[in-house]
Every structure is written in C-alpha cells, then in structure tokens.
T-cell receptor, first 115, second 115 residues
Framework: GDSVTQTEGQVTVSESKSLIINCTYS????????LFWYVRYPGEGLQLLLK?????QKGSSRGFEATYNKEATSFHLQKASVQESDSAVYYC????????????FGEGTQVTVIS | GALVYQYPRRTICKSGTSMRMECQAV??????VAWYRQSPQKTFELIAL?????????EQNFTQEKFPISHPNLSFSSMTVLNAYLEDRGLYLC???????????FGAGTRLSVL
C-alpha cells in the first residue's frame, strides 16, 4: 500500500533559524498522488498547512514551502526563519484514488522552537 | 470557511462498553467523511471512508461490526466504538471534504480513554 516516511521524532530549533522536515513517499496507485502537509498545534485539531497536486509545483503557506519532487518521491517542508509559534507536530500525507481517495499520513514530526 | 466540529472532545468509558462520537461539517457539504484513529505513539490510521450514495469502505483491521458509521446527510456523521477495550484508546479524527475538493478538513478529534 501507500506509505509516507518523514523525519522521525522530535526536532528542536532556535528561533529565527531554518527548519527542514524530510518527507518521502511511496504510492502504489497508478498516477501521481496529491501531497499535503498538515500541522497540529498544541491543544488544537489537525489543520491543512499546504498542498500540492501537480508534480514539480511548490506549495507555500505561513512562510513554509514544499516542492513536489516526483523523481525523488519527496515533499520536504522548509521554513527559512522559524518562530516560537511554529512549535507543533507536522504530518506529511499523500492522497491517491481521486477525490474520494485515501489520505495516508506519515508518523509526524514534533517541532519545538526555542528562544 | 470550511469547519468541522467533533464532540465530545474527550470521553472515558469502561472496558466492554460502547461510545458514540459525532462530526459536524459547517460551511460546506461533506460528501465524503473519513474517520481516523491515532493510537498512542502511532500516526493516523484510516478506519473507514464514507461517501454519500456509496457503501462505507472499511480499511483492513477495522470492521463495521466494531466501528459502525452513520453518514445520513451532507453535514453530519457519527461513529460508534462498540465493546471498547484498551487497544481502542486514542484520538479519533473526523475529516470531511466536499465533492469538488481534494482536501480533507479535520475536526479537533475525540480522545477516548478506556478504563
């Protein structure tokens, strides 16, 4: 089946430094999957951060960027300068099977930004 | 905007009893509703996907007999955890999407504890 692998466990980064969370995927369905980053802030639900449905395109939101690299089957999340408010759990996900298809999540990466 | 509400936010039930959780979509028509579970130390696993006018599709390891789902209209869905045991504890998320969208919008989840 489909699978998503992302930077494991916890990442601690100092405020104003750069952040990268690696994400690679494997999709067994025909065609290219749609790729997503979701974020869960402390005490809140899962929110969509950004999505890219076309290979080669870049998505961006709140200073975060991710590029859909079909050759490397990667969708790494980056931010040039993080803030304390970016502390959260980030989940990479892929969707196959069209509009009513299945969304598969990675394990999640806990990001803690320290001042 | 698209919002999804889940209730209750937290619940505790005795081992062997059942617990029903609800999901309400506001601001859009939820033609598809997906129920996920995040068990301790794990990522989100898809339990089942319900699409209006189609049969509810359960993932491997999840059954209708254990997790019956109702999706009676375009704004509401419920799921019951029958005969809950320790392994059923975790965070249950409802994600909903409209027919023309490729994005699931999630509620804050129902956290189930089993005594």
């Amino acid at each position: 089946g489909d699978s998503v692998t992302q930077t494991e466990g916890q990442v601690t980064v100092s405020e104003s430094k750069s952040l990268i969370i690696n994400c690679t995927y494997s999709a067994t369905s025909i065609g290219y999957p749609n790729l997503f980053w979701y974020v869960r802030y402390p005490g809140e639900g899962l929110q969509l951060l950004l999505k890219v449905i076309t290979a080669g395109q870049k998505g961006s939101s709140r200073g975060f960027e991710a590029t859909y690299n079909k050759e490397a089957t990667s969708f790494h999340l980056q931010k040039a300068s993080v803030q304390e408010s970016d502390s959260a759990v980030y989940y990479c996900a892929l969707k196959t099977g069209g509009l009513s298809g299945k969304l598969t999540f990675g394990e999640g990466t806990q990001v803690t930004v320290i001042s | 905007g698209a919002l999804v509400y889940q209730y209750p936010r937290r619940t505790i039930c005795k081992s062997g009893t059942s617990m029903r959780m609800e999901c309400q979509a506001v601001g859009f028509q939820a033609t598809s509703v997906a129920w996920y579970r995040q068990s301790p130390q794990k990522t989100f696993e898809l339990i089942a996907l319900s699409t209006v006018n189609s049969a509810i599709k359960y993932e491997q390891n999840f059954t209708q007999e254990k997790f019956p789902i109702s999706h009676p209209n375009l704004s509401f869905s419920s799921m019951t955890v029958l005969n809950a045991y320790l392994e059923d504890r975790g965070l249950y998320l409802c994600g909903a999407s409209a027919r023309s969208q490729n994005t699931l919008y999630f509620g804050a989840g129902t956290r189930l504890s089993v005594l």
